[in-house]
Protein backbone atom coordinates (compact mmCIF):
# COMPACT_ATOMS: atom_id res chain seq x y z
CA UNK A 1 0.00 0.00 0.00
CA UNK A 2 0.97 3.72 -1.25
CA UNK A 3 0.94 6.36 1.09
CA UNK A 4 2.92 9.98 1.81
CA UNK A 5 4.29 11.59 5.18
CA UNK A 6 4.30 15.18 5.06
CA UNK A 7 6.27 16.34 7.95
CA UNK A 8 4.92 19.72 9.43
CA UNK A 9 1.85 21.05 8.94
CA UNK A 10 2.35 24.48 9.50
CA UNK A 11 6.12 25.98 7.84
CA UNK A 12 6.71 29.78 8.65
CA UNK A 13 9.35 31.07 6.32
CA UNK A 14 10.63 34.77 6.11
CA UNK A 15 10.06 36.49 2.38
CA UNK A 16 13.08 35.76 0.63
CA UNK A 17 13.97 32.96 2.38
CA UNK A 18 14.52 29.48 1.34
CA UNK A 19 11.67 27.49 1.33
CA UNK A 20 11.39 23.75 1.83
CA UNK A 21 8.40 21.77 2.81
CA UNK A 22 9.37 18.00 3.24
CA UNK A 23 7.51 14.68 1.73
CA UNK A 24 8.20 11.28 2.84
CA UNK A 25 6.43 8.24 0.76
CA UNK A 26 6.03 4.54 1.16
CA UNK A 27 5.10 2.55 -2.30
CA UNK A 28 5.98 -0.77 -3.22
CA UNK A 29 6.39 -0.20 -6.71
CA UNK A 30 8.34 2.62 -8.14
CA UNK A 31 6.45 6.15 -7.97
CA UNK A 32 4.93 8.91 -9.82
CA UNK A 33 4.73 12.02 -7.15
CA UNK A 34 3.21 15.23 -7.32
CA UNK A 35 3.02 18.46 -5.27
CA UNK A 36 0.11 20.31 -5.06
CA UNK A 37 -0.58 23.86 -4.29
CA UNK A 38 -4.43 24.73 -2.58
CA UNK A 39 -5.18 28.33 -2.88
CA UNK A 40 -7.85 29.56 -0.26
CA UNK A 41 -11.03 28.50 -1.61
CA UNK A 42 -10.11 26.94 -4.43
CA UNK A 43 -9.51 23.50 -5.96
CA UNK A 44 -5.53 21.95 -6.27
CA UNK A 45 -2.97 23.10 -9.10
CA UNK A 46 -0.56 20.83 -9.69
CA UNK A 47 2.91 22.49 -9.06
CA UNK A 48 5.52 19.51 -10.58
CA UNK A 49 5.13 15.99 -11.34
CA UNK A 50 7.99 12.88 -11.26
CA UNK A 51 7.27 9.91 -13.59
CA UNK A 52 10.56 8.71 -15.00
CA UNK A 53 14.16 10.51 -15.80
CA UNK A 54 16.00 13.24 -14.07
CA UNK A 55 15.16 13.14 -10.74
CA UNK A 56 15.58 16.37 -9.92
CA UNK A 57 11.95 18.23 -11.12
CA UNK A 58 11.16 21.67 -11.89
CA UNK A 59 7.66 23.14 -11.67
CA UNK A 60 5.50 26.44 -11.81
CA UNK A 61 6.60 29.70 -10.11
CA UNK A 62 10.24 28.50 -9.38
CA UNK A 63 8.90 25.56 -7.35
CA UNK A 64 11.78 22.20 -7.44
CA UNK A 65 12.04 18.39 -6.26
CA UNK A 66 14.27 16.04 -6.28
CA UNK A 67 13.40 12.58 -6.38
CA UNK A 68 15.56 10.62 -3.67
CA UNK A 69 15.05 6.71 -4.17
CA UNK A 70 17.20 5.93 -1.22
CA UNK A 71 15.81 8.01 1.16
CA UNK A 72 12.28 7.61 0.11
CA UNK A 73 11.54 11.45 -0.26
CA UNK A 74 10.03 13.88 -3.00
CA UNK A 75 11.12 17.13 -0.94
CA UNK A 76 9.92 20.92 -2.32
CA UNK A 77 12.25 23.55 -2.21
CA UNK A 78 12.17 27.33 -3.55
CA UNK A 79 15.29 29.85 -3.13
CA UNK A 80 13.53 32.98 -2.28
CA UNK A 81 10.00 33.19 -1.03
CA UNK A 82 7.43 35.40 -1.91
CA UNK A 83 4.09 37.04 -0.64
CA UNK A 84 2.25 35.38 -3.22
CA UNK A 85 3.33 31.46 -2.00
CA UNK A 86 1.34 31.52 0.97
CA UNK A 87 -0.66 28.89 0.53
CA UNK A 88 -1.40 24.78 1.47
CA UNK A 89 0.82 22.82 -0.69
CA UNK A 90 0.00 19.00 -0.94
CA UNK A 91 2.51 15.75 -1.74
CA UNK A 92 1.06 12.91 -3.39
CA UNK A 93 1.97 9.50 -4.95
CA UNK A 94 0.54 6.82 -7.24
CA UNK A 95 1.30 4.08 -9.58
CA UNK A 96 -0.08 2.56 -12.24
CA UNK A 97 -3.47 1.91 -10.68
CA UNK A 98 -4.44 5.40 -11.10
CA UNK A 99 -5.27 5.85 -7.49
CA UNK A 100 -3.42 8.75 -6.02
CA UNK A 101 -2.72 9.03 -2.59
CA UNK A 102 -2.40 12.30 -0.72
CA UNK A 103 -0.63 13.73 2.05
CA UNK A 104 -2.42 15.87 4.52
CA UNK A 105 -1.12 19.06 3.75
CA UNK A 106 1.89 21.74 4.40
CA UNK A 107 0.27 25.56 5.48
CA UNK A 108 3.08 27.73 3.92
CA UNK A 109 2.89 31.02 6.18
CA UNK A 110 5.52 33.67 4.64
CA UNK A 111 6.61 36.13 7.15
CA UNK A 112 7.23 39.98 5.95
CA UNK B 1 -11.10 25.38 -22.76
CA UNK B 2 -12.38 26.03 -19.53
CA UNK B 3 -11.07 24.05 -16.69
CA UNK B 4 -13.01 21.73 -14.36
CA UNK B 5 -16.39 23.10 -13.24
CA UNK B 6 -18.16 22.03 -10.37
CA UNK B 7 -21.90 23.78 -8.56
CA UNK B 8 -22.78 24.84 -6.23
CA UNK B 9 -19.58 26.37 -5.09
CA UNK B 10 -21.30 26.30 -1.37
CA UNK B 11 -24.47 23.85 -0.38
CA UNK B 12 -26.37 24.19 2.86
CA UNK B 13 -28.34 21.18 4.34
CA UNK B 14 -30.11 20.34 6.86
CA UNK B 15 -29.94 16.69 8.64
CA UNK B 16 -31.41 14.31 6.67
CA UNK B 17 -31.76 16.36 3.44
CA UNK B 18 -29.87 15.21 0.22
CA UNK B 19 -27.02 16.31 -1.47
CA UNK B 20 -26.45 16.51 -4.94
CA UNK B 21 -22.81 17.89 -6.40
CA UNK B 22 -22.38 17.86 -10.01
CA UNK B 23 -18.51 18.11 -12.00
CA UNK B 24 -18.04 18.83 -15.36
CA UNK B 25 -15.01 17.49 -16.77
CA UNK B 26 -11.93 19.55 -18.78
CA UNK B 27 -13.33 19.09 -22.46
CA UNK B 28 -11.85 16.08 -23.87
CA UNK B 29 -11.60 14.14 -20.56
CA UNK B 30 -13.41 10.87 -19.92
CA UNK B 31 -11.68 9.98 -16.27
CA UNK B 32 -13.42 11.60 -13.77
CA UNK B 33 -12.32 11.52 -9.49
CA UNK B 34 -14.20 12.59 -6.09
CA UNK B 35 -12.43 13.68 -3.66
CA UNK B 36 -13.38 14.84 -0.20
CA UNK B 37 -11.42 16.99 2.37
CA UNK B 38 -12.19 17.64 6.11
CA UNK B 39 -10.38 20.43 8.23
CA UNK B 40 -6.54 19.65 8.70
CA UNK B 41 -6.51 16.70 6.58
CA UNK B 42 -5.85 15.92 3.23
CA UNK B 43 -8.06 14.39 0.24
CA UNK B 44 -9.50 11.15 0.63
CA UNK B 45 -10.22 9.32 -2.41
CA UNK B 46 -13.83 8.78 -3.02
CA UNK B 47 -14.49 7.20 -6.63
CA UNK B 48 -13.16 6.94 -10.02
CA UNK B 49 -15.50 6.61 -13.26
CA UNK B 50 -15.50 6.83 -16.79
CA UNK B 51 -18.17 7.58 -18.51
CA UNK B 52 -21.41 5.36 -17.56
CA UNK B 53 -19.16 2.79 -15.34
CA UNK B 54 -17.52 3.01 -11.63
CA UNK B 55 -14.29 2.16 -11.84
CA UNK B 56 -13.06 1.89 -8.52
CA UNK B 57 -15.37 3.20 -5.77
CA UNK B 58 -12.91 1.44 -2.58
CA UNK B 59 -13.21 5.15 -0.57
CA UNK B 60 -17.03 5.51 -0.83
CA UNK B 61 -18.91 5.51 2.28
CA UNK B 62 -20.92 2.13 2.11
CA UNK B 63 -24.25 3.68 2.74
CA UNK B 64 -25.89 7.19 1.57
CA UNK B 65 -23.43 8.11 -0.82
CA UNK B 66 -23.51 7.01 -4.85
CA UNK B 67 -21.97 8.66 -7.59
CA UNK B 68 -22.78 8.45 -10.99
CA UNK B 69 -21.12 9.88 -15.21
CA UNK B 70 -23.51 9.50 -17.30
CA UNK B 71 -22.84 8.83 -21.13
CA UNK B 72 -24.39 12.79 -21.16
CA UNK B 73 -24.19 15.57 -18.57
CA UNK B 74 -21.84 15.95 -16.05
CA UNK B 75 -20.88 13.52 -13.00
CA UNK B 76 -22.80 13.52 -10.04
CA UNK B 77 -22.16 12.77 -6.30
CA UNK B 78 -24.93 12.53 -4.09
CA UNK B 79 -25.27 12.10 -0.37
CA UNK B 80 -28.61 11.04 0.55
CA UNK B 81 -29.71 11.61 4.12
CA UNK B 82 -26.97 13.87 5.26
CA UNK B 83 -25.82 14.22 8.57
CA UNK B 84 -23.17 16.61 10.05
CA UNK B 85 -20.36 14.48 9.81
CA UNK B 86 -20.47 14.79 5.67
CA UNK B 87 -19.86 18.38 6.32
CA UNK B 88 -16.68 18.92 3.88
CA UNK B 89 -14.95 20.33 0.60
CA UNK B 90 -15.72 17.60 -2.48
CA UNK B 91 -13.54 17.84 -5.16
CA UNK B 92 -14.05 16.70 -8.38
CA UNK B 93 -10.90 15.91 -10.40
CA UNK B 94 -10.46 14.75 -14.29
CA UNK B 95 -7.72 12.99 -16.53
CA UNK B 96 -7.73 12.76 -20.26
CA UNK B 97 -6.34 9.24 -19.82
CA UNK B 98 -6.44 6.33 -17.10
CA UNK B 99 -2.78 6.42 -16.58
CA UNK B 100 -1.27 6.67 -13.03
CA UNK B 101 1.18 9.26 -14.15
CA UNK B 102 -1.40 11.32 -15.76
CA UNK B 103 -2.31 14.98 -13.95
CA UNK B 104 -5.87 15.81 -12.55
CA UNK B 105 -7.05 18.84 -13.20
CA UNK B 106 -9.27 19.55 -10.18
CA UNK B 107 -12.11 21.66 -9.88
CA UNK B 108 -12.90 24.89 -7.38
CA UNK B 109 -14.89 22.45 -4.89
CA UNK B 110 -18.14 22.22 -3.14
CA UNK B 111 -18.28 23.40 0.33
CA UNK B 112 -21.30 21.18 1.84
CA UNK B 113 -22.47 22.57 5.30
CA UNK B 114 -25.03 20.23 7.17
CA UNK B 115 -27.12 22.04 10.06
Known amino acids: AQSVTQLGSHVSVSEGALVLLRCNYS??????LFWYVQYPNQGLQLLLKYTTGATLVKGINGFEAEFKKSETSFHLTKPSAHMSDAAEYFC??????????FGKGTRLHILP | NAGVMQNPRHLVRRRGQEARLRCSPMKGHSHVYWYRQLPEEGLKFMVY????????ESGMPKERFSAEFPKEGPSILRIQQVVRGDSAAYFCASSPFSKGQETQYFGPGTRLLVL
Open chain 1, 92 to 101: AVSNRDDKII
Open chain 2, 49 to 56: LQKENIID
Open chain 1, 27 to 32: SSVPPY
